[in-house]
Structures are given as structure tokens and as C-alpha cells.
């Protein structure tokens, strides 16, 4: 008999930051995953860049993740190419893209992140 997962409801406020590998001046809440809620297929967190910071550049083999920005700019690279993003822009990285993300404004960048699935295996 399998058990039925339980539905979640979470405060950004209960989860402390956490400083993912490979992440300078950067920091994540990791809201809902499989290590703190029953989701089996999504990664959701949001994070917050400060000035200068960055996630250096990489790639993931079978994961799919999408970033919305809700406030401050910064340099989204994909595949080497880079682009301004602010409020409101929403990425798309499919597996294989090698990406990063730097905060090149005056303020923190803050953005959610949805992954899936949540490893990269």
C-alpha cells in the first residue's frame, strides 16, 4: 500500500539560506524539494545575488530548469552568449546548455528557480 504524499504550505521565512557549490556571493532558500517536502519531481527555491555574485558557469545532463526574475539585472550567459535580464524575464534551460548567472547590478538579483528533476542523476 503506498502512502499518499502530504500537501505542503511553507513561509519563505522558515527556511534558512543556504550557499550552493560553485556559488560566490550567492545564496538560495530551497523551498520545495524532495529533502523537505514530498515533491519527487520539482527543485523549487529562490535566490538572491548579491552585487558581483555568480554562479560559475555549468551544465546539467538531464535536468530542465526555468528562472524568473523578480527584481534587480544581471548577466544571464547560455552556451557562452550573454544577455541582460530583469524583472519579469523568464529563462529556459534545457539539459546540455552551458549556463551562469551574474549579478552585474546595483542591487541584489532575486529570482526563482524551478528544476526538474530535483537530481541531476
Known amino acids: 500500500m503506498s502512502v499518499k504524499p502530504e ?3 511553507r513561509n519563505i521565512a522558515e527556511v534558512m539560506w ?3 557549490p560553485e556559488h560566490y ?3 538560495s532558500k530551497m523551498l520545495m524539494t524532495p ?3 514530498a515533491t519527487r519531481h520539482l527543485d523549487f527555491r529562490i535566490s538572491s545575488y548579491q552585487p558581483k555574485g ?3 558557469p ?7 530548469q526555468i528562472y524568473h526574475i523578480l527584481s534587480g539585472e544581471g ?3 547560455l552556451d557562452g552568449a550573454r544577455r541582460v535580464v530583469r524583472a519579469h524575464d ?3 534551460i534545457p539539459p546540455g546548455v552551458e549556463h551562469a548567472i551574474y549579478n552585474t547590478g546595483l542591487a541584489d538579483l532575486v529570482f526563482f528557480v524551478v528544476t526538474t528533476p530535483p537530481s541531476d542523476g
Request: net charge negative; charged share 20%.
Open 75 to 77: 548577466l544571464m550567459e
Open 54 to 56: 555568480y554562479v560559475a
Open 25 to 27: 556571493d550567492a545564496h
Open 18 to 20: 543556504e550557499t550552493p
Open 7 to 9: 500537501a505542503v504550505v
Open 58 to 64: 555549468h551544465r546539467h545532463k538531464v535536468q530542465e
Open 35 to 37: 529533502q523537505n517536502c
Open 90 to 92: 523568464c529563462i529556459f
